[in-house]
């Protein structure tokens, strides 16, 4: 059974610029969390879709955008990029959701210059 | 509010034992998770707790009291692959779809 996969694996971006990453969850896997790990500040939940509706969303401004399709792939935007945006991004799939065991994909890391 | 504690960073010797403490302030609690990380790596799941006690997986055990907020995770038999973060997350209270996660505890084994 595949795992989590994402993609870009690394990406460097200039400020005020826009980035798309990628998340195919694991086959049969309807929940995809999104989550932002820096050092010293853990995970910090982005959102979760299940089923192609965002169920939830954390406190990131609305630079942070997703969609989840029909065959459960995610995709994550962020608009407008800044220095603080540089980051460690997971997304996670688990079949009911958060509450639930998440398995992780390997992350994006994003380096904004 | 909201708020998971656990320590930033611990030290042991390989064969011994550790555990690692986490503290939580959550209203409506819904179970705590553990998960490790290695360096570089993603997380990965290690336990779920929803009732009081201890639950052992092999050399790792959980343990959770909830009239205290307060859940470890114990590690025996220590081995230096054992290094790296252990995050605890408890669900937001009112909500089944948002962990709030810990910082993590940063594991060093010694030889």
């Known amino acids: ?7 870009p694996r690394y990406l460097i971006k200039t ?6 990453l990628s998340c195919s969850p694991i086959s049969g896997h309807r929940s995809v969390s999104w989550y932002q790990q820096t050092p010293g500040q853990g995970l910090q939940f982005l959102f979760e ?9 954390g406190n990131f401004p ?17 608009s407008t990029l800044e220095l603080g945006d540089s980051a460690l991004y997971l997304c ?22 | 509010g909201q708020n998971i504690d656990q320590p930033t960073e611990m030290t042991a010797t390989e064969g011994a034992i ?13 179970g705590l998770f553990w998960y490790q990380q290695h360096a570089g790596e993603a997380p990965t799941f290690l336990s779920y707790n929803v ?17 205290k907020g307060y859940s470890y995770l114990l590690l025996k038999e220590l081995q230096m692959k054992d290094s790296a973060s252990y995050l605890c997350a408890s669900p ?18 010694k030889p």
Do not use: H
């Open chain 2, 51 to 67: 009732l009081d006690g201890l639950e052992e997986k092999g050399r790792f055990s959980s343990f959770l009291s909830r009239s």
């Open chain 1, 62 to 78: 609305g630079r942070f955008s997703g969609r989840q399709f029909s065959n459960s792939r995610s995709e994550m935007n962020v």
């Open chain 2, 92 to 109: 937001r209270g009112g909500s089944n779809y948002q962990l709030i996660w810990g910082a993590g505890t940063k594991l060093i084994i």
């Open chain 1, 15 to 20: 400020r005020g610029q826009q980035v798309t």
């Open chain 1, 49 to 57: 879709y299940f089923s192609e509706t965002q169920r939830n969303k």
């Open chain 1, 1 to 7: 059974k595949a795992g989590v996969t994402q993609t």
């Open chain 2, 18 to 30: 550790v555990q690692i403490n986490c503290t939580y302030q959550t209203s409506g609690f819904n």
């Open chain 1, 92 to 113: 996670a799939s688990s079949l009911q959701g958060t509450v639930d065991e998440q398995f992780f994909g390997p992350g994006t890391r994003l380096t904004v210059l």
